[in-house]
């Protein structure tokens, strides 16, 4: 007789996850995902990302809008699972993540305890981390802290983004749940306690006024957090033009050069309609990328087509 598994999962970063389960020929017997929502500019109802892909593999699909209702709780009973597994979903209470006999595993993008939160790639990126990767742990009372099961690590190169490294990060992720899986319907799993170490970096939720850049920090610092921030939700900044309207934008990709100047913080120099560059502290900052609010991502040089930059200046 198989050993069953409920899924719970929201993101394309689950979907990767739950692919390479049904993949691996393990038995998910159900998907839990968020209720759809309204999304967009219309406003359209739209599934999650996990509920296309289960649809699309014929799965049962849960989808509670309060995980401790009772209709959910039984019919999550009903499904008689041996393993829960967890990638990017919500905060589960006890009464579900107690339910199977094996309990209840959680992939996160981080090495734990390092980044325990909602947005573990981001912070990893924009704290200039040259290391990061993906953690099995199973869930107890505390977000975050249960006992590791699995690690593995990637390396952060210098021009990564959090595209890139959530990319990388769900396909060894995908591979490591695969493996934790297999070993706790084993009985082989083995865990071990989270090391505290000295200092904790945290990586809460970002909301739309943490990604203000502030010119005022270290060059290296701010194209760090550009890139942590590449390209959702994005960092944002804000000119003013020559007729005191304010340009509000989105920056996706830059470069930094390190560079002696004594010119201000925040001065803006452009050369031959290709080039845009902020002086900051210890250098300048290239903008490689960007998207005017309201407008579609284009590329410096095309930016600078569109507009007469000589009489703006950036807002800091």
């Not at 595209?163 to 070993?183: F, P, Q």
């Not at 010119?215 to 960092?235: C, T, V």
């Amino acid at each position: 007789m198989s050993q069953r598994i409920v899924f719970m999962g929201t993101p394309d970063f689950a979907v990767t996850i739950l692919q390479a389960l049904i993949e691996a020929k393990l038995d998910v017997a159900a998907v839990v995902t968020v209720p759809d929502r309204q999304s967009g500019r219309g406003l359209k109802v739209t599934p999650s990302p996990v509920k296309i892909y289960a649809q699309e593999q014929g799965l049962p699909i849960l989808q509670p809008e309060k995980l401790r209702d009772e209709t959910f709780l039984g019919q999550l009973r009903a499904i008689n699972a041996d393993l829960f597994i967890v990638v990017a979903f919500r905060m589960l209470p006890q009464v579900v993540w107690a339910m199977p006999r094996l309990g209840t595993f959680n992939l996160h993008a981080s090495l734990l305890p390092q980044y325990r939160g909602a947005a573990p790639i981001n912070w990893a990126i924009i704290n200039g981390e040259k290391e990061t990767g993906v953690t099995t742990f199973m869930l107890n009372e505390r977000i975050d802290e249960g006992s590791i099961i699995m690690q593995r690590s990637i390396a952060i190169g210098e021009e990564d983004n959090a595209e890139t490294v959530h990319d990388r990060l769900a396909e060894i992720g995908a591979e490591l749940t695969v493996e934790t899986a297999r070993a706790i319907l084993a009985g082989s799993a083995k865990t071990q306690p989270q090391r505290e170490s000295a200092e904790l970096k945290p990586a809460p939720k970002i909301f739309k006024q943490d990604c203000v850049i502030d010119w005022s920090k270290d060059g290296k610092e701010i194209h760090n957090f550009i890139r942590g921030l590449s390209p959702y939700p994005a960092a944002t900044t804000t000119f003013t033009n020559g007729k005191g309207e304010s340009i509000g934008m989105k920056i996706f990709d830059t470069r930094f050069e390190g560079k002696e100047h004594k010119k201000p913080v925040g001065s803006i120099e452009s050369d031959n309609k290709k080039s845009l560059k902020i002086l900051v502290k210890g250098g300048f900052i290239e903008i490689l990328s960007l998207q005017v609010n309201g407008k579609r991502k284009i590329t410096i040089d095309e930016f600078l087509r569109g507009y007469n930059i000589t009489d703006w200046r950036l807002d800091i």
